[in-house]
């Protein structure tokens, strides 16, 4: 289905291209349509719904050819998609690129995403019960959306999220191996005698780091100890 709809997405660009130039008077239709193809790849890639593209410049402000001239285009070097678009097409002769033109686009693209079914504080531990799937225009997003099947128990939201705002990779980050004030396993290893015990973290930290601890139900106290794992500590003598 999405293939059918590229295809006719690009049938109906060439008709409108064909009624605006003089194709046997300039490259305009080739510079056109080779843009357009490279930028339809692209979107053909990201897994959408359906894409809308559309000329933003006018065919008049594109360079004319002769037999000599060639046109080759430029891989889209981005991964966000954007109200605009950008394609660069160089204009080679003898081997040589001897311009290159900005060839500019808008587009729409439409794709499912997660939306957060209520509001989601700081440093929360998401789960897909907390997202609802929407088709949203992502061009209009700041960042890409984050991809479904991400392992949430990987990451944390690093700032607030909204009911009804997209989730993106803008809004999440790796959890610490130990977070500040969260609880952690204790190792207590004294000349390979092994304890094990719970305390409470002082600061986030991350494997190798050495932090204070305070024992459970007295955070006056507090010892030094060595994050080994996720949520697990050591104390050696």
């Given at each position: 289905m999405r293939t059918i709809f590229a295809l006719i997405t690009l049938i109906l660009f060439s008709c409108s291209v064909a009624a605006n130039a003089n194709l046997s008077a300039s490259g305009n239709y080739e510079v056109i349509s080779k843009a357009h193809a490279e930028l339809s790849a692209f979107m053909q890639s990201k897994d959408l719904e359906n894409f809308e593209i559309k000329m933003a410049g006018k065919i008049s402000e594109l360079?004319?050819?002769?037999?000599?001239?060639?046109?080759?285009?430029?891989?889209?070097?981005?991964?966000?998609?954007?109200?605009?678009?950008?394609?660069?097409?160089?204009?080679?002769?003898?081997?040589?690129?001897?311009?290159?033109?900005?060839v500019w686009f808008a587009v729409k693209a439409y794709k499912k995403v997660m939306v957060a079914s209520e509001n989601l504080g700081l440093r929360k531990d998401i789960k897909m019960s907390d997202f609802d799937s929407e088709v949203v225009n992502i061009a209009q997003l700041s960042a890409n959306p984050v991809k479904f099947?991400?392992?949430?128990?990987?990451?944390?939201?690093?700032?607030?999220?909204?009911?009804?705002?997209?989730?993106?990779?803008?809004?999440?980050?790796?959890?610490?191996?130990?977070?500040?004030?969260?609880?952690?396993?204790?190792?207590?290893?004294?000349?390979?005698i092994k304890l094990e015990t719970f305390a409470i973290a002082r600061r986030d930290a991350e494997v190798g780091d050495k932090i204070f601890v305070s024992p459970e139900g007295n955070q006056s106290e507090s010892y030094m100890a060595q994050v080994i794992g996720q949520g697990l500590v050591l104390v050696q003598d």
């Open positions: 360079p004319k050819l002769d037999l000599k001239q060639k046109v080759s285009v430029r891989k889209i070097n981005t991964e966000k998609i954007s109200p605009r678009m950008l394609v660069w097409v160089d204009i080679v002769a003898s081997g040589k690129t001897s311009r290159s033109v900005p099947g991400t392992d949430f128990s990987k990451v944390q939201l690093n700032k607030p999220l909204l009911k009804g705002h997209v989730l993106t990779l803008s809004h999440i980050e790796a959890k610490p191996a130990v977070r500040s004030k969260a609880r952690v396993k204790v190792i207590l290893d004294s000349k390979g």
